[in-house]
């Protein structure tokens, strides 16, 4: 892992250690809890937060803290505080995901479900909180609740920001049931085996003994 000090670094030399020295715990953590170990170099990008909005502003339609695409980009701040790292650790599960399936383009709701899981779980967070469960029954109450197929978009990129706030939080939502199901240790076997063989169907029923649906079924039906 290498930070790229050319490609416009921000902040002082403690805090590009400090960025530096939380990629290097999350690298680890990506073994423990997702059997992930990207071999290749994944390179990051901090920007100046005046720069990163100049720059990336018209490729959101909700405020982004980085994001990774090839590259990962993160917008400074001054300290590395909680919210930076739980971007650092977002971002990173995106790229080791890329480096270990490059060709393979996960839908939208497991890519984005696995970092918000991951940077969730490496603060010592789990499950959802009453806020976001109250915020997942709400919504399908209403009836506004996604369906996994429609999550399944390579990104939630054009989604405006209240509906890309639920589109999250149900990916969220889903891989916390999924790991609930069996264990957080088979995110270990579920990760290992989709990147191996590429086939979600299959790897999902092989670890988690159902099909998508039903499993998607069972988590709103457990919404209340
Ligand atoms: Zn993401």
Redesign the pocket.
Known sequence: MAIDRAGGIYGTRHFEQQILAELERAYDQLDDYLGLRPGRKIEVVVYDPAVFDQQFAGAFRFAAAG??HGVIRIRGATALDVRLSRVLH??L??AALDAAAPSYTLPAWL??GL??WFEARTQGKRHLDGREQAMLSGAKANGVLFSLASLSTPSFGHLQQNAAQLA?LQSYGMVEFLASQRGERSMREFCDRLMRTRNLDRSIKHVYRADLQTLEARFVAELG
Do not use: T
């Open positions: 994001f990774y977002h971002e599960v995106h890519n984005e970092a918000e999250y």
